[in-house]
């Protein structure tokens, strides 16, 4: 079955960090570029960031750009997003989605709380 | 940026209805434009890529139409299965932005 798993999130003070982490299974996870979007509660989708199969090119949206980092691990078929300097506003469900032209795969999502 | 702006924001329909949801980016995009589904709790789902393109799987009364800055989603006869919030969103440029939604709700 072709699927995505996010873990890694959790509860964080602001300014404190967070690793997500999204497992990929049942397709060639190298040949893929791959996203991170996330939704904050009762609010629209927000894309945040891309890294080519290679991993060669990422972007970034503005509000996480300097502040988040997103990276692969083709031989273990992993996508991680390393999250540093946390806001308030960065609550939300985060979730890792597969490919370019449209979002065909995506994971069932992680919250990430950041409250004081 | 691009802004991706849906309309409406919200909508009352019957099963068997034809429904339709707007998206208009604030500059062209050609046809890089997709449409996902959402029902509450759940991740997105892909429907239909490059303004038109039906996501293999997705039942054909989903249909999508448009290009440069206006997209049309339509669904032919609503099932009770198609109360949800529609996405839509570009990949012209970075950031690739959605759109803030459009509820479809039962009346």
């Known amino acids: 079955e072709v699927q995505l798993v996010e873990s890694g999130g959790g509860s964080v003070q602001p300014g404190g960090s967070l690793r997500l982490s999204c497992a990929a299974s049942g397709f060639i996870f190298s040949n893929y570029g791959m996203n991170w979007v996330r939704q904050a509660p009762g609010k629209g989708l927000e894309w945040l960031s891309y890294i080519s199969s290679s991993s060669s090119t990422t972007y970034y949206a503005d509000s996480v750009k300097g502040r988040f980092t997103i990276s692969r691990d083709n031989a273990r078929n992993s996508l991680h997003l390393q999250m540093n300097s946390l806001r308030d506003e960065d609550t939300a469900v985060y979730f890792c989605?597969?490919?370019?032209?449209?979002?065909?795969?995506w994971g069932q999502g992680t919250l990430v709380t950041v409250s004081s | 940026d691009i802004q991706m702006t849906q309309s409406p924001s919200s909508l009352s329909a019957s099963v068997g209805d034809r429904v339709t949801i707007t998206c208009r980016a604030s500059?062209?995009?050609?046809?890089?434009l997709h449409w996902y589904q959402q029902k509450p709790g759940k991740a997105p789902k892909l429907l239909i890529y490059?303004?038109?393109s039906l996501q293999s799987g997705v039942p054909s009364r989903f249909s999508g139409s448009g290009s440069g800055t206006d997209f049309t989603l339509t669904i032919s006869s609503l099932q009770p299965e198609d109360f949800a919030t529609y996405h839509c969103?570009?990949?012209?440029?970075?950031?690739?932005?959605f759109g803030q939604g459009t509820k479809l709700e039962i009346k």
């Open positions: 500059q062209s995009i050609s046809s890089y």
């Open positions: 969103q570009h990949s012209y440029s970075i950031p690739y932005t």
């Open positions: 989605a597969r490919g370019v032209e449209g979002y065909d795969i």
């Open positions: 490059a303004a038109s």
